[in-house]
């Protein structure tokens, strides 16, 4: 605490402290010689208080002052006679705290109190805590007696106070403001808006988590605070708040942003300020860093909604390749909407019957026959129209609702299928169904299977189930147990896209399967006549002609013209499938094919 004056004379308007006394004991009106001694204690102890104090009257104006407030204010107490309390300590700044003083002034109010800025003896700034205290005497009702002014250095109060609430709002790695300063200050711009749009940096580094667990966590954090330095002077120039969220995630605030231009800018000097390499303690380390960027209108926007955003966006810049900034699209957000919506709503969907199947030919490239077809389920969406399967089979196999998608497309090809031969029984058409991995591992596909067939009176020989390489090889690289006993009920196994998985050409001699479905990306490969490409047609070549030694049969997905079609055929293929052919057709057309064969 500062020290306090010691003694030293009662100030007073009209007269020395001991004068006063005299005067008081001398006057017309003799005061008691008891009252007359209390009245001098009252005036020591006002002296000798340690809490600068002073007596003010009713205009506000000061009778005495203390030694103690003369000592705070660093002035002789004599001289503060007469001076306004209000503009002494600055009270009454404002028009609320001028009428509640006039009030204590009047006594129609006990007290104020108030925290001000004060200019303290030495010159420097202080902060006081100012109370102006009504004298009123009960028995004299309303009418006031003046006031007592008291005046508490509280700087040190203030200044740990402050000390504090830096340690709480900010990084001891970095220094730089925590999560908790940023949200502050990120709510205050919304709600205040200067320029009407903000904008937010996220950003993430890459691979940090690399240097932690080789380099330990000494090094990690050396990283983060020169990280921190540099991302400051990225925000000097434009005194822009960069904080640190966690981790080794970062934010930039721009609290008063122009455009998009502007973040985007910032984003790429952040870029370019993190490719230098940083040198600690002998490593040499390169960082890149993602960033999320997001810049909109205030209006209408929330934190946690900007933030959102934001970590949406970096969550597409790092799976774009990380090391760049990616700016917030609605529209590729709103896809990323629907996916959620779609895939809460499939299972249901299922049960709705909101899916069809269409057929698209599989036909023999020599001779041109109808040979089978393969089903392809589609969403009849309500809001959304009908859906194509890239849309959602992923999501499905994500939830695992492809489990009941997966049977109602096996049961309804097979019912398909059987009244197709019923109708044509001179020509066998086989049907050709698509299995996800996780129907394979998470069912028992054999008993689904049996069960259908049965149930629809399909021979067996008539159902193909088209597997993924991945689906037949389990993680662990165990083949797919199942298969035998589907390939010994007479059902026939086919390896969809057939050269994008593992290409393991060893294990189809010890799996029962049957056909070979070559990827499109084969064909494609040699689609343009003009730009023929040598090594596709080699590995299709080589692959039919291996497949062919296992007994297998080969269909070429994707043939879309003559061309192609006739190469096919003159490498050996089997069968080919594609928009040459035709587009993949409701089961009615299939049936008007048939009937017209
Ligand atoms: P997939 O089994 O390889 O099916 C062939 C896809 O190629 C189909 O796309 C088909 O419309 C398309 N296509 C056919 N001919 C041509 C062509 O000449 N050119 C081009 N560019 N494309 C052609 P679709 O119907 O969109 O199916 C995509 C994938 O969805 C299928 O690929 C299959 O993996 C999956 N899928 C479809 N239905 C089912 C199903 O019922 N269950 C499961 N698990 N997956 C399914
Ligand atoms: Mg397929
Ligand atoms: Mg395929």
């Not at 799976?319 to 779609?342: C, I, V, Y």
């Not at 089978?372 to 809001?383: D, F, Y």
């Not at 009908?386 to 849309?391: E, G, M, S, V, Y």
């Not at 067939?453 to 067996?460: A, H, Q, Y």
Request: hydrophobic share 40%; with cysteine.
């Amino acid at each position: 605490m500062r020290e306090q004056a010691e003694g030293g004379p009662l100030v007073s308007r009209e007269s020395e402290p001991a004068e006063c006394s005299r005067d008081v004991t001398e006057c017309d009106n003799p005061i008691p010689g008891s009252a007359a001694a209390e009245l001098r204690d009252y005036h020591a102890a006002f002296n000798a208080a340690r809490t600068a104090m002073a007596l003010v009257d009713r205009d506000g104006r000061l009778l005495a002052a203390n030694p103690a407030l003369g000592s705070l204010l660093g002035t002789d107490p004599a001289g503060l006679a007469d001076r306004r309390a209000a503009e002494l300590v600055g009270l009454g700044g404002d028009e609320r705290s001028r009428d509640a003083y006039q009030d204590v002034l009047r006594g129609a109010r006990e007290r104020l109190r108030r925290t001000c800025r004060l200019k303290s003896r030495d010159g420097h700034g202080m902060w006081a805590e100012v109370t102006i205290e009504s004298l009123r005497q009960r028995d004299q009702g309303a009418r006031s007696a003046g006031a007592l002014l008291s005046v508490e250095d509280v700087t040190e109060q203030r200044e740990l106070a402050a000390r504090l609430r830096h340690l709480q709002m900010h990084d001891p790695v970095t220094r730089l403001p925590n999560r908790a300063l940023f949200f502050e200050r990120l709510s205050a711009a919304l709600r205040s808006p200067t320029s009407g749009r903000v904008g937010i940096c996220y950003l993430d580094l890459d691979g940090f988590k690399a240097v932690n667990d080789t380099l330990g966590h000494a090094i990690g954090d050396r990283l983060l605070a020169a990280v921190a330095t540099r991302l400051l002077a990225c925000v000097a120039e434009g005194g822009h708040l960069a904080a640190r969220l966690g981790g080794d995630e970062f934010a930039l605030l721009v609290e008063e942003s122009q455009d998009t231009e502007q973040l985007v800018a910032l984003a790429d000097t952040v870029l370019s300020a993190l490719q230098r390499p940083f040198d600690l303690e002998g490593h040499r380390l390169a960082v890149s860093a993602s960033i999320g960027v997001v810049e909109r209108p205030t209006a209408g926007t929330s934190p946690t909604c900007l933030m959102q955003a934001a970590d949406t966006t970096l969550y597409w810049a790092k799976a774009d390749g990380k090391a760049r900034w990616t700016l917030f699209d609605p529209e590729r957000n709103a896809h990323r909407m629907t996916r959620q919506s779609l895939s809460s709503t499939l299972r249901q969907a299922v049960e709705r019957g909101e899916f069809v199947l269409e057929y698209q030919p599989l036909v023999a490239l020599s001779g041109g026959a109808l040979r089978g077809v393969e089903a392809l389920v589609r969403w009849e969406h309500p809001q959304f129209g009908r859906l194509a399967p890239n849309r959602f089979i992923g999501l499905a196999e994500e939830n695992g609702s492809i489990v009941q998608l997966g049977h109602w497309v096996l049961a309804e090809s097979c019912r398909r299928a059987r009244a197709w031969q019923k109708d044509h029984p001179d020509e066998p058409l086989f049907v050709s169904v698509n299995v996800a991995v996780r129907q394979v591992w998470d069912s028992d596909l054999v008993t689904d299977v049996a069960e259908i067939l049965d149930e629809t009176g399909l021979p067996p020989e008539l159902l193909q189930l088209e597997l993924t390489e991945s689906a037949v090889m389990g993680s662990a690289g165990q083949p797919l147990q199942a298969l035998h006993a589907l390939s010994e009920m007479g059902v026939r196994i086919a390896i969809d896209d057939f050269g994008t998985g593992y290409s393991n050409l060893a294990y189809l001699s010890r799996l029962p399967v049957a056909a070979l479905k070559l990827d499109g990306s084969f064909v494609r490969g040699f689609r343009s006549p003009e730009h023929p490409n040598p090594a596709d047609e080699t590995i299709v070549v080589a692959l039919v002609e291996l497949a062919h030694r296992l007994g297998l049969t080969v269909t070429a997905e994707c043939v879309e013209n003559a061309e192609q079609a006739e190469r096919l055929r003159r490498i050996g293929c089997d069968t080919g499938q594609g928009w040459f052919y035709s587009r993949p057709v409701a089961a009615e057309r299939i049936s008007a094919m048939l009937g017209g064969r």
